[in-house]
């Protein structure tokens, strides 16, 4: 196996496999509930301020930049002529586990070198939107 070009790719199929579970935590925080408790006590040291609870419940800077860089690499992705195909071999290699790269190429009616490509060109997208390469590198 030939060792890759890049020193931070690695970094960029974790973000990429941990997604889903980086998404799910993400939407969880922001479906908090921000209305008030009507049956709060009179008299009581605080009144519940879950607007503002909900307002200071975030992702953690580095998770943000990871959940960012992945959506942003997907919703680019989606824009290509066959980025729906391109998501799949990513959603199959990655986040379902149920193919390799070579498997997903072929479930798709496409060749293992198209998929590496596709492969490529996605945690390309990843390391140029996490601000690990500069555009000038991704040509």
Do not use: C
Request: hydrophobic content about 40%; proline content about 5%.
């Amino acid at each position: 196996m030939s060792k890759p070009r890049y020193g931070w790719w690695s970094y960029a199929k974790y973000m990429v496999r941990g997604y889903p579970e980086l998404k799910a935590e993400y939407q969880e925080l922001q479906n908090q509930r921000i209305t008030r408790e009507i049956a709060a006590t009179p008299g009581a040291p605080t009144a519940p301020r879950p607007t503002e609870n909900a307002a200071m419940r975030q992702l953690s800077p580095a998770k943000q930049a990871e959940y960012d860089a992945v959506t942003n690499a997907i919703e680019a992705t989606k824009l290509l002529k066959n980025g729906k195909e391109r998501l799949a071999i990513i959603e199959m290699v990655f986040w379902k586990q149920s193919h390799t790269l070579d498997g997903a190429a072929y479930a798709l009616g496409y060749s293992e070198v198209s998929a590496k490509r596709f492969h490529g060109d996605f945690l390309r997208l990843v390391g140029l939107y996490r601000g690990l390469m500069d555009l000038e590198e991704t040509a």
